[in-house]
């Protein structure tokens, strides 16, 4: 599969701990992008990744929230002390970086977080 | 400020007829590209067509179809011969030069559900 893959796709935590997502972008793409979806709402913009350089974030990316992409290729999105209000599907995404508005930016199957 | 409207959020159709999905954009720029996405139940965001905003024919990907009418700022989905797995969420997305093209802005979406 040369899709964009994203794991874990279930993950159900406590208030207050750490969690962790990856996602293995498509090979050839050096753009990497983190969206975040609740329900009933259309995907927001987190954060992208040029190569290893993190080039925007979005004033939706608290403090608790980091994202990495160390040898850009995969990336983690990390929530430290998490909150009801993390509950969301986490979406990444990858494209190749031309700079034009028609390359298509392909989607993973997303990461559940439920905070109980 | 930039914007993507759908107010239908849900529509239904009957199993091989035709149906449209609306979406209005708000934007001051020249430049600019459409995407639509599919989101079935399993959540993953699956390319469906791109119109570039400087594109003359309307963009047409098999039984998908863009009808894009610039002055009137539309952008609607149109899927002919509809199938039962065509059941899901629609979402429409703008992508703008600001920073390069870089993200993607959602509206709330469609659901649609095809009946046999």
């Known amino acids: 599969d040369t899709g964009v893959s994203q794991n874990p796709r279930h993950k159900i935590t406590k208030r207050g701990q750490n969690v962790t997502f990856r996602c293995d972008p498509i090979?050839?793409?050096?753009?990497l992008y983190w969206y975040r979806q609740t329900l009933g709402q259309g995907p927001e913009f987190l954060t992208y990744?040029?190569?290893?350089?993190?080039?925007?974030k979005s004033r939706l990316l608290s403090d608790r929230f980091s994202a990495e992409r160390p040898k850009g290729s995969f990336s983690t999105l990390e929530i430290q002390r998490t909150e009801q209000g993390d509950s969301a599907m986490y979406l990444c995404?990858?494209?190749?970086?031309?700079?034009?508005?028609?390359?298509?930016?392909?989607f993973g199957e997303g990461s559940w977080l439920t905070v109980v | 400020a930039q914007k993507i409207t759908q107010t239908q959020p849900g529509m239904f159709v009957q199993e091989k007829e035709a149906v449209t999905l609306d979406c209005t954009y708000d934007?001051?720029?020249?430049?600019?590209?459409l995407f639509w996405y599919k989101q079935p139940s399993s959540g993953e965001m699956i390319f469906l067509i791109y119109?570039?905003?400087?594109?003359?024919q309307n963009a047409t990907e098999g039984r998908y179809s863009l009808n894009f009418q610039k002055a009137r700022k539309s952008a609607n989905l149109v899927i002919s011969a509809s199938q039962l797995g065509d059941s899901a969420m629609y979402f429409c997305?703008?992508?703008?030069?600001?920073?390069?093209?870089?993200?993607?802005?959602f509206g709330a979406g469609t659901r649609l559900a095809v009946h046999p």
């Open positions: 995404a990858s494209s190749l970086a031309t700079g034009s508005s028609g390359n298509t930016i392909y």
């Open positions: 090979s050839e793409h050096n753009r």
């Open positions: 990744f040029q190569n290893e350089a993190q080039l925007e």
């Open positions: 934007t001051s720029d020249q430049s600019y590209g």
């Open positions: 119109q570039g905003s400087y594109d003359e």
């Open positions: 997305a703008m992508r703008r030069p600001s920073g390069g093209y870089n993200k993607l802005i």
